[in-house]
């Protein structure tokens, strides 16, 4: 069964542009699992751009409620982690002035980095994931360095696609990636960019157990409300 994680960022985000308190991103994680999400998505940036800490300790500390914190290699990232202890992590490359996260990880630059901050996550008990670019390297490094599972970097793939232009490369690339891991026992996850056309053209890839969606959800809420998007992509992931 393929799983729907929910990105509520731009929760945060919107409430950030006027530095109140509504909308409220910990209301908004249990809205979405109510709505059907099976689990929920929070980037901790280091700049602290939509979600913050308090946000990060309120949402993981909901009963019942999986969250997958989203972090970078930053030492003090990696410690505010910890002290939250959410279920899930997943690695990400992180530069200060970038919009969002523009590509996967540089596991050949930082491999030993990276093994080390997983080794302090798996004696947590918790399920730690990498943000990689659908690179058949990448995914033995992946395997190499213990990581449970890749999330796929699939904004090329939804680029393409938004484009009109032919992603049946991108495509195979992402396919390629998602069988090697899957043989290797590493869970795939696809990410970034996603809306409902590049979704279902995923879901024909059977090893990817979970799709983790957020800018396009919150932003199409605005005109069907969180709850009829939810389900849309229950539907499509099905």
Do not use: Q
């Not at 991103?25 to 751009?49: C, N, Q, W």
């Not at 959410?86 to 596991?107: M, Q, S």
């Not at 399920?127 to 970097?153: G, M, Q």
């Amino acid at each position: 069964m393929k799983r729907l994680g929910v990105n509520i960022d731009h929760v945060a985000t919107l409430r950030n542009a006027r530095g109140e308190i509504h909308p409220d991103p910990v209301y908004s994680a249990k809205f979405a699992k109510k709505s059907g999400a099976d689990s929920i998505t929070i980037h901790l940036r280091e700049d602290r751009r939509h979600i913050n800490d308090n946000d990060a300790k309120r949402i993981c500390s909901i009963k019942g409620l999986l969250v997958n914190l989203e972090i970078s290699t930053n030492s003090d990232i990696v410690k505010n982690a910890i002290k939250i202890k959410p279920n899930f992590i997943c690695i990400v490359p992180e530069k200060r002035k970038e919009i969002t996260t523009e590509g996967g990880l540089d596991l050949i630059k930082n491999k030993t980095k990276i093994k080390n901050i997983i080794k302090k996550f798996k004696k947590l008990n918790i399920r730690t994931s990498l943000f990689v670019n659908p690179s058949l390297k990448d995914i033995r490094v992946s395997k190499a360095i213990n990581a449970d599972c890749v999330e796929i970097h699939t904004g090329k793939l939804s680029s393409l696609v938004k484009k009109g232009k032919n992603f049946s490369n991108e495509l195979k690339r992402i396919k390629k990636c998602s069988f090697h891991a899957n043989d290797l026992g590493i869970e795939v996850h696809a990410g970034h960019g996603l809306d409902y056309k590049t979704t279902k053209i995923l879901t024909s890839i059977k090893e990817i157990k979970e799709f983790n969606i957020g800018h396009f959800i919150i932003g199409e809420s605005i005109f069907l409300g969180l709850k009829n998007v939810v389900k849309k992509f229950k539907t499509i992931i099905k």
